[in-house]
């Protein structure tokens, strides 16, 4: 059985999750959009979420005038694991983590060798 969430309690799922974020980390957090899609696209099935731009460990002394980086969470995928609310929260916690570290540079790989992936 699918948890039944109503689009903005899943928005507000997110916020609740990007307001529990560290303050360090919302002090570093710049030039970044947090989204929102029902599905994710083709070839990417399987993903919680995805994060597009430049990390801060590639930004430069010339990195200005750039558009946003993305954060994108897939609504879809993440209620389909969750029984409850709670289960859901967690997970949109995690993901919404786990995009961050990528903001900050941070590899599946070394993800995964700090038991956090």
């Known amino acids: 059985m699918t948890l039944d969430v109503p689009a903005r309690r899943f928005e507000e799922l997110v916020a609740e999750a990007l307001d529990g974020l560290p303050p360090w980390v919302h002090e570093r957090l710049e030039n970044v959009e947090v989204l929102v899609e029902r599905r994710p696209p083709p070839g990417r099935e399987d993903h919680l979420g995805l994060y597009e731009g430049i990390p801060l460990t590639q930004r430069g002394a ?54 956090r992936y």
């Open 62 to 115: 010339h990195y200005s005038g750039v558009l946003p980086d993305r954060i994108t969470l897939y609504r879809s995928n993440l209620v389909r694991g969750a029984r409850t609310e709670e289960q859901l929260r967690a997970r949109i916690r995690r993901t919404v983590v786990h995009e961050v570290a990528h903001f900050f540079g941070i590899s599946d790989r070394r993800l995964r060798e700090i038991d």
